[in-house]
């Protein structure tokens, strides 16, 4: 595990860190979150139904600095494969699969939390049900993505509203015809980004529930600008600057390649 945290701090390829997980089963397979570490790398790998299989195969136990981790990652690969069923025009099956996020197995060993926002499934949701030619349920779902929280954060605790749930909210806002209040949803992304980036971070010695375990120190300025490149390149993203968009991604996904948003979005260039 520390060797697996240490790669993952130094950057190295993902593919090289899925080959030591996957040269010690055994090892792997005795914990959470060794094991958990393979799914995120699948779903990082585009292997969206390799993670569904193995996270539904298991039955996960709560852990200290695990909060969320599971669910996100089921939450994921779920998104991603409606994604692609939309993208092939099979509709019912991106449905289904984004119906499945509405209530947790049992065996993630985590429930939903009250208030969760989801956005992003909402949003797909509406395209799905748009393919389906439902509209009614169509401008149901982007109106429900289109509400929730709408100024940008910092993201530290596990439970701080990740800032791609704003990016929906103005992708919905868009579909509903309400262009406005879409700009200004990215443009509120593009502005924080810029305002905080050089902002120095620090967290309470007693806090709880950070996203990850801290077995190796971690650099809090170097995370806050990380996520303040993301913010911008979601601001770009939304207003339609899609080669300063990708640029921010790219700078993103140099100092962490670890990171799913820049991952997922960087080549998102069709809204």
Partial sequence: MELDQLYKRLNHPLKKRLDLLNKYPALVNFRDDLYLEKCTLYNQLGEYQVTLGLIENRKFHPWEGGEGKVTAQYLLSLIELAKKAISNGDYKLAVSLLKRTEKYPDNLGEGKLYGTQENDIHYWLGCAYQGLRNNDKAIYYWDKASRGIAVPAAAIFYNDQPPDKIFYQGLSLMKLGRQTEAYARFESLKSYGLEHISDKVSI????????????????????NIIHCR??????????????????????????DVNHQGAQIHINMNKL
């Fill in 230 to 255: 993301y913010l911008m390149g979601l601001g770009y993203l939304g207003i339609g600057e899609i080669r300063n968009a990708k640029l921010e991604f790219e700078k993103v996904l140099k100092k």
């Fill in 204 to 223: 309470d010695y007693f806090a709880v529930s950070l996203p990850d375990l801290l077995i190796w120190e971690d650099d809090l300025n170097k995370r």
